[in-house]
């Protein structure tokens, strides 16, 4: 049975930081691409970062660039996103994704930045 499972979400003052993981189970974590996305209330689901099989790779959407940072850890079938600086505006769900032959989804984990 696939799953990914997120973690580490939660609510955090503006300029704080938060680790977000993704524990992968049921398919080959290290032949997949692997990517965060998020979706905020009343807009789409966008994504926020990629990172390639070996980790060599990654690639960020233009709001978080310097700030978060995707990393994988193979051995323990695990993505990470580490979000640094964070900001109003990154208040979503966010949601693991790997892509493949197939593409899963988890179930996503809430990030609440507030004051």
């Known amino acids: 049975q696939v799953q990914l499972v997120e973690s580490g979400g939660g609510l955090v003052q503006p300029g704080g930081s938060l680790r977000l993981s993704c524990a992968a189970s049921?398919?080959?974590?290290?032949?997949?691409?692997m990517s965060w996305y998020r979706q905020a209330p009343g807009k789409e689901r966008e994504l926020v970062a990629t990172?390639?099989?070996?980790?060599?790779?990654?690639n960020y959407a233009d709001s978080v660039k310097g700030r978060f940072t995707i990393s994988r850890d193979n051995a323990k079938n695990t993505v990470y996103l580490q979000m640094n600086s964070l900001k109003l505006e990154d208040t979503a769900v966010y949601y693991c994704?790997?892509?493949?032959?197939?593409?899963?989804w988890g179930q996503g984990t809430q990030v609440t930045v507030s004051s």
């Open positions: 994704n790997a892509g493949g032959w197939y593409t899963y």
């Open positions: 990172i390639s099989i070996s980790g060599g790779y990654t």
């Open positions: 049921g398919f080959t974590f290290s032949s997949y691409l």
